[in-house]
Every structure is written in C-alpha cells, then in structure tokens.
C-alpha cells in the first residue's frame, strides 16, 4: 500500500521541542524528495521544509529556518521533522508530502502552549 503516516505531534510548552517522523511504504522512497507542511486552524497549508532524495540541500521556509530540522534515512524509508524552540504559532496540523508522487500523510497534531 502507497502511503506515509506521520507520528510525533503532541503538547508542548513554548521553548519545548518535537520530532516529528514519516514513515513511507509501498514506493522508492530513496528517490523522491519529500517535504513538510503545516496548517493552522482558519489559515491554508503551509509548506515550511524540504529535502532531497540523498538528504542534501534541505531548505526552510523564514518562519522555522533556525529552528527546524528536516532529515531523512532512507534505509528506514523515513523523513523526519526536528522542531526545536517552538513557538504558539507553530501551533498546527503538521502533513509530510511526496510532491512527485502527489501523496499526502494523514497528519500529526502539534499544539504548543502554556
């Protein structure tokens, strides 16, 4: 079965840090890059990070650039979304993306408050 199931979301305090992970299955998941997402209650989805197949080059939309970290292991067929510092308006429904596949995860609910 085609799909990615993301993991990793949960209540945190402002200052606090996350990992979120994605796990890919029923595709070569060592040749696609893959992304991260994120909408917020009320607002569009977001994309907030990147990263190649062989994991180089990865890049950062402004509002996370400092304070996330994308990564991948391809012999766990997985990327992964370090989220560190956070914020209240990183506050979101977090979604991992295979953009060449066209092929979204469920999404992970992180919620970071006092």
């Known amino acids: 079965q085609v799909q990615l199931v993301e993991s990793g979301g949960g209540l945190v305090q402002p200052g606090g840090s996350l990992r979120l992970s994605c796990a890919a299955s029923?595709?070569?998941?060592?040749?696609?890059?893959m992304n991260w997402y994120r909408q917020a209650p009320g607002r569009e989805r977001q994309w907030i990070a990147g990263?190649?197949?062989?994991?180089?080059?990865?890049n950062y939309d402004a509002s996370v650039e400092g304070r996330f970290t994308i990564s991948r292991d391809n012999s766990k067929s997985s990327v992964y979304l370090q989220m560190d510092n956070l914020e209240v308006d990183d506050t979101a429904v977090y979604f991992c993306?295979?953009?060449?596949?066209?092929?979204w995860g469920q999404g992970t609910q992180v919620t970071v408050s006092t």
């Open positions: 029923g595709f070569l998941f060592s040749m696609y890059p």
């Open positions: 990263i190649s197949p062989t994991g180089m080059n990865p």
């Open positions: 993306y295979a953009p060449q596949k066209g092929l």
